[in-house]
């Protein structure tokens, strides 16, 4: 079992992670300190992406889409999540997760950590991926107009 390299991403194998030891790096790196925010990617795989996030208070991501579905867990902190003017305010092991292409943003409220997961891209054969696709076309030209 693989403890996972601390300096690059791992693939998609029986690797374990300390959760509180990347977290606590994080927070102690220059970037955090900076500009409100710092990652480490996990997991890089064709298939899967997994990231661990930390934020300090006021700061979050911007809204943005993703290619693949989503799910953002609260690790500790607070945190809005918002998409489609809908917003969810998360806690610690609270779940949301979104369609790919979908656009949303993540704000803390406090200092938080969160765990992001970004699913390979749906394909045209995905009915459920093609319907999230017509739903965000049908947005971008209805705002377009």
């Given at each position: ?114 765990l992001i997961t970004i699913a390979d891209p749906v ?23």
């Amino acid at each position: 079992m693989s403890e996972g390299r601390q300096d690059r991403p791992q693939h998609i194998a029986l690797n374990r992670y300390d959760l509180k030891g990347q977290l606590a790096r994080l927070r102690g790196d220059a970037p955090l300190a900076q500009y409100g925010r710092d990652s480490l990617t996990l997991v890089r795989d064709s298939s899967f992406t997994l990231l661990l996030v930390a934020l300090k208070a006021g700061t979050g991501l911007p809204n943005h889409t993703a290619p693949g579905p989503i799910s953002v867990l609260v690790l500790d902190g607070r945190v809005a999540f918002t998409s489609k003017g809908e917003r969810c305010d998360l806690g610690p092991h609270e779940l949301v997760t979104l369609p790919a292409r979908i656009p949303h943003e993540v704000m803390a409220l406090e200092d938080s950590a969160i765990l992001i997961t970004i699913a390979d891209p749906v394909t045209h054969t995905d009915p459920v991926g093609l319907e999230s696709e017509r739903e965000v076309k049908a947005e971008e030209s209805s705002q377009e107009s």
